[in-house]
């Protein structure tokens, strides 16, 4: 079976704000980057038309394909990202820094509020929490901000003529085809992430295809629509048919007041434990990745009113705290270089930072947060 996390590999590709320079997937921005724009290409073009008659034997109409392909075209960028996506081995700690940072949680409670009666509704018709929907819709689109904006045939057709996983992206492309071909949305709104990932909570073509639900009642399944009530509810039909079981817990950290019991994790050695049960797992057939699922698990948990993590986080590797961190990224920040944040999370905008300053002080220039250089910023 391919998840959506053979999609949409690595810790970066989470949708997760640019705190501290921390990567994230492209969001809905007013201006798509030049190397997302497609691009005329005599290979790619060629590599289309031998596609066509394939398409057409699983039951893609012409016309479908004309319009489909009528604006479509290679993008570079697209190609450029899928092979150079970073393996980045983020921390629980810094992880949940960004996963359930204060702007999330109050952006959630923000977002609950406005969308209870069908939340609510969804949680009644699916059992899956509400906040648990809430939660996805935060790490994937920023509650509706990011939703993208790169054409999905384009991208899916690029990755596909491309080759390094063209036979997944061949099957994304022909999902891409059928929902065209259904009429829930048209080529102009069939947009999405530079790999292909759809909506308020970032549905690849074929997912879509097997949970996308019409929760409106308008005969279409649009889950690119401002209103988020189509994407929301197709993540509660995903969830549901993972395995979700009406009234558990996803689980808890250990010890804290209403976790249930369940088998224990500790994800970062000198960490806090996790007690998880079935929900768990449900969570992880989103995205199979243990941070993802006690980030969505805590950030829900932080929308309905919990605490934070108790327990606390050891040194990192380079021997600073998070506090240590924060305060790097301040006084960096108060010195003129942009770190992209104050999140206590080490990313590329803060090394760069790290960098520019150590040039700056005729310094070894490595990028690396140390004791030493936050004793040299005073």
């Known amino acids: 079976m391919t998840t959506r996390r053979t999609f949409i590999t690595g810790i970066s590709a989470l949708a997760l704000s640019a705190c501290g320079g921390a990567p994230s997937l492209p969001g809905r921005s ?36 004309n319009a489909a392909f009528a604006e479509a075209g290679f993008i570079p960028g697209v190609v450029t990202r899928d092979r150079s996506q970073p393996e980045s081995a983020y921390s629980l700690e810094d992880y949940l820094s960004i996963a359930a940072s204060p702007e999330r949680i109050s952006k959630g409670r923000a977002a609950f509020a406005r969308h209870r009666a069908t939340l609510n509704a969804l949680e009644t018709r699916y059992g899956v929490d509400a906040e648990i929907i809430t939660a996805i819709w935060g790490l994937e689109s920023q509650y509706g901000e990011k939703r993208g904006t790169v054409p999905v045939i384009s991208a899916t057709s690029t990755l596909a003529f491309d080759g390094r996983r063209g036979a997944f992206f061949e099957r994304q ?36 295809l097997a949970y996308a639900v019409d929760f409106t009642g308008d005969g279409r399944r649009d889950i690119w629509s401002d209103d988020p009530t189509d994407a929301l509810a197709s993540t509660a039909a995903y969830l549901a048919k993972s395995g979700w079981q009406r009234g558990l817990k996803w689980g808890g950290e250990l010890g804290a007041a209403g976790t249930p019991a369940g088998r224990t994790l500790t994800p970062q050695s000198g960490g806090p434990s996790f007690a998880v049960t079935a929900n768990f ?98």
């Open 281 to 378: 797992g449900a969570i992880k057939r989103y995205n199979n990745s243990d941070l993802y699922a006690i980030g969505i698990g805590h950030l829900a948990d932080r929308i309905a009113g919990g605490a934070a993590i108790q327990g606390g986080f050891p040194p990192d590797s380079n021997g600073l705290t998070k506090g240590d961190r924060i305060t790097l990224q301040q006084r960096l920040t108060a010195r003129g270089f942009d770190t992209g944040g104050t999140s206590g999370v080490i990313g590329p905008k803060s090394r760069a930072a790290i960098k520019a300053y150590q040039a700056s002080t005729n310094s070894a220039v490595t990028g690396t947060p140390s004791r030493a250089l936050l004793a040299s910023l005073g």
């Open 30 to 65: 007013a201006r798509i980057p030049d190397d997302l724009r497609p691009v005329r290409n005599a290979d790619y073009d060629a590599w289309v038309a031998a596609f066509r008659p394939r398409a057409s034997a699983k039951g893609i109409s012409a016309s479908t394909l």
């Open 173 to 208: 492309l022909i999902a891409a085809l059928r929902i065209l071909q259904s009429g829930d949305t048209t080529p102009a709104r069939l947009v999405g992430s530079w790999a292909g990932a759809m909506g308020h909570t970032q549905f690849i073509p074929t997912s879509y």
